[in-house]
């Protein structure tokens, strides 16, 4: 009986472990619940803790500053940068769009740098077909590198996260826009074209999938989401006559066309 017991306790102790998360706290402020894969010299990996049987990120140790693990223990890589006494600016919404803004630019030149380092020659992303630069908010930093000396489409899938992944050329199966839980079978918005019925894996937005694969390992789904009515200013139904929408809508139909033409490069 004893021996049960003490099984049983070993079991919860675990399970407790199990749906716990480890807290990656990174230079720039931002905390990301996430499951820890492995920690090297210069990157870690990590799953996302809301997803944890979805894709391995990659993150730099130089963008970190500690990890607070599940078990209690942490691992402080980074100095915080000192708190001074000067007095706090008023917390106003225009503040709060500013800082936003601040942190896409920041963002996006982030990414910038890191493509351009690791050999990526052309980008896209919901950013540079804003016709006025001042609304620029992260969600307007998701979008697609191409790096075509690898073979890589390198994606930031939606604004909450904020590294890379990495799809080879030649496991990309096909490409579709998806537009309020409906995929366009044209392959474009804003065009005549039929429809097939609802997806039930995305939310309503503005989307864009990409399936990958291969016959032994299966296929899996990566889903761009370039806009979420949700997430946004747009309450509307009217918003799809929105300018901003309309340079939203331009991406994904940039980001298809360019991956179709990626499909048929490699011969798919």
């Not at 008023?90 to 500013?98: E, F, R, Y």
Request: a neutral charge; proline letters at 3%; one cysteine or more.
């Amino acid at each position: 009986m004893r021996r049960t017991f003490l099984s049983f306790a070993v079991f919860c102790i675990s399970m407790a472990n199990m749906l716990a998360q480890d807290i990656i706290t990174m230079k720039n402020g931002d905390e990301i619940q996430a499951i820890v894969q492995d920690i090297g010299t210069d990157e870690m990996k990590y799953k996302r803790f809301d997803n944890p049987n979805g894709p391995t990120y990659s993150l730099k140790i130089s963008r970190i500053v500690s990890i607070q693990y599940a078990n209690g223990s942490k691992d402080v890589f980074a100095e915080s940068i000192a708190k001074d006494h000067t007095p706090m600016p008023a917390i106003t919404d225009q503040v709060i769009k500013s800082q936003q803004s601040q942190r896409c630019l920041d963002v996006l030149s982030d990414f910038e740098s890191r493509m351009k380092e690791r050999g990526f020659t052309k980008r896209i992303v919901v950013y540079d077909f804003l016709k006025n630069k001042k609304v620029s908010y992260c969600t307007y930093t998701v979008g697609a590198w191409i790096n075509y000396q690898k073979q890589l489409v390198t994606v930031r899938i939606d604004r909450d996260t904020w590294d890379e992944i990495d799809i080879p050329f030649d496991m990309i199966q096909k490409v579709e826009i998806i537009e309020n839980g409906v995929t366009v079978t044209s392959g474009r918005v804003g065009f005549f074209g039929g429809v097939n019925s609802q997806s039930k894996e995305v939310s309503k937005g503005l989307q864009v999938r990409i399936v990958v694969g291969d016959i032994s390992s299966g296929t899996n789904a990566y889903i761009l989401k370039l806009f979420d009515p949700l997430q946004t200013i747009w309450s509307s139904p009217m918003y799809k006559s929105d300018p901003i929408y309309r340079s939203i809508q331009e991406c994904a139909n940039s980001i298809v066309d360019e991956i179709n033409n990626i499909i048929l490069y490699v011969g798919r």
